[in-house]
């Protein structure tokens, strides 16, 4: 008879995205505030666009693309600033909290564990 699995091999959400690598993680920062990716790859397009009009020797075109360039900045510094502040708003509990919380999800887990062997032994 195999082993019962453990309720303690279920981690948060926290502690998964603890455990992410390197791409996970920007992955999953993109998810959470899709607006900053947005506006960095306006950014780098706009910037793009400007050096390349500045070497084609057009430079009406390249002085539009820089001053899209700075608005594509504040966008992105205002979709980064506006989405911490609704991030912080969300998780306004304190670390105690949090741990407080945890802890009452893992003993409720040990819980159920010890009463699904215990229904299981019975059998």
């Not at 966008?75 to 708003?89: E, I, Q, R």
């Amino acid at each position: 008879m195999p082993p019962l699995p453990s309720s303690f091999d279920a981690y948060d959400a926290e502690d998964r995205a603890k455990k992410l690598t390197g791409f996970q993680k920007l992955w999953y920062k993109c998810k959470e505030q899709p607006l900053v990716p947005l506006g960095v790859f306006a950014t780098i397009f706009a910037l793009t666009k400007s050096a390349l009009s500045l070497k084609a020797g057009n430079s009406r075109k390249a002085n539009k693309f820089f001053t899209a360039r700075v608005v594509a900045q504040g966008f992105t510094l205002v979709a980064l600033v506006g989405g911490s502040a609704y991030m912080n708003s969300k998780d306004s509990k304190t670390q105690a909290e949090i741990d407080a919380e945890k802890a009452a999800r893992r003993k409720k887990l040990w819980l159920e564990e010890l009463e699904r062997r215990a229904g299981t032994s019975k059998s």
